[in-house]
């Protein structure tokens, strides 16, 4: 089995800053993409950034110029660097990856999710 863990969330008011991670463990053969989605209350899961598999990295409109996303693929971790943040950042942030793991002597493609870290962003 593979387990994401995140950590970093937090308050902060309008304009301040937050650093979330996001470490993967478990049978990992390799992590195709990896990277973030939020749900703010009432809304759907929407996608935020991902760094690809072909080294890309890929943000949402919304926080484009302000969030900036990095891999450590020696760790299996993501980090997203959250700056001039905005009360519509709000949001519980969830990492998401796409591993190939080892299970019964064969090679799985699965998706994964962590268990999502809250972010407040409020005066």
């Known amino acids: 089995q593979v387990q994401l863990v995140e950590s970093g969330g937090g308050s902060v008011q309008p304009g301040g800053s937050l650093r979330l991670s996001c470490g993967a463990s478990g049978s990992i053969v390799s992590i195709l993409d990896m990277g973030w989605y939020r749900q703010a209350p009432g809304k759907q899961r929407e996608w935020v950034a991902v760094a690809t598999t072909g080294g890309k990295t890929i943000y949402a409109e919304s926080v484009t110029g302000r969030f900036t996303l990095s891999r450590d693929n020696a760790k299996n971790t993501v980090f997203l660097q959250m700056t001039r943040l905005r009360p519509e950042d709000t949001a519980v942030y969830y990492c998401?990856?796409?591993?190939?793991?080892?299970?019964?002597?064969?090679?799985?493609?699965?998706?994964?999710w962590g268990q999502g870290t809250q972010v407040n962003v409020s005066f």
């Open positions: 998401n990856a796409n591993v190939r793991s080892l299970r019964y002597g064969s090679t799985w493609e699965n998706d994964y």
